[in-house]
């Protein structure tokens, strides 16, 4: 059974669409994160959700927009793709234990490629 | 705030050779340590982790031990495999930042 599973695992797409990337967990964890990985393979969290609220937003553009519809999915909405946008996605998620996060576990990853 | 510093890669071994990757932190509090691996074409996966000063966390014959004194978390092997070729990233955890901050990764090629 996957644990973190995404979809797409490709999305090739032109600049200026609007795309989304879906996660689901089933692990039973209470936070989800967003990750971007570029080329050079630098991982930087992008958002974070605990229990449908988000608790960490980086200094991400306002074309990127989190949607927890409830605490097993996270998806990720990217308006006017940008060449920039190219790198894969990778969503996680943990549990948290009396206030500290457990280790986070990752999904396959989405290589999002903008023509 | 919190960083994590990695050595440079990449770095190419032989088979059976020692590994030795080294990760330095800078972090206020006591962090939870980790090394993830990432094989090529997937996720990151949870390799070990260590939680507080002196632990020693180990899976798949790899081991790295938390030193408060040192801030250092370096991973080793005694015996490398072709298969172990992979990204590996050190990160922490600490409450205040409350979120994972990950090192720039380390490319390991192992050669038969």
């Known amino acids: 059974d996957t644990a973190v599973s995404q979809t797409p695992k490709y999305l090739v797409t032109q600049m200026g669409n609007d795309k989304s990337i879906k996660c689901e967990q089933n692990?039973?964890?209470?936070?989800m994160y967003w990750y971007k990985q570029d080329s050079k393979k630098f991982l930087k969290i992008m958002f974070s959700?605990?229990?449908?609220?988000?608790?960490i937003n980086e200094t991400v553009p306002n074309r990127f927009s989190p949607k927890s519809p409830d605490k097993a999915h996270l998806n990720l909405h990217i308006n006017s793709l940008e060449l920039g946008d190219s790198a894969v996605y990778f969503c996680?998620?943990?549990?948290?234990?009396?206030?500290?996060?457990?280790?986070?576990?990752f999904g396959p990853g989405t290589r999002l490629t903008v023509t | 705030g919190d960083s994590v510093t990695q050595m440079e890669g990449p770095v190419t071994l032989s088979e059976e050779a020692f590994l030795t990757i080294n990760c330095t932190y800078t972090?206020?509090?006591?962090?939870?340590l980790f090394w993830y691996v990432q094989y090529p074409g997937e996720g990151l996966q949870l390799l070990l982790k260590?939680?507080?000063?002196?632990d020693k966390g180990s899976n798949k014959g790899f081991e790295a031990t938390y030193r408060k004194e040192t801030t250092s978390f370096h991973l080793e092997k005694g015996s490398v495999q072709v298969s172990d070729s992979a990204v590996y990233f050190c990160?922490?955890?600490?409450?205040?930042?409350?979120?994972?901050?990950f090192g720039s990764g380390t490319q390991l090629t192992v050669l038969p």
């Open positions: 260590a939680t507080k000063a002196d």
């Open positions: 972090a206020t509090g006591y962090p939870s």
């Open positions: 959700y605990n229990n449908k609220e988000l608790i």
């Open positions: 692990l039973g964890h209470d936070t």
């Open positions: 990160a922490l955890y600490s409450g205040s930042a409350r979120q994972l901050t």
């Open positions: 996680a998620s943990s549990r948290r234990e009396g206030g500290r996060v457990n280790e986070q576990y």
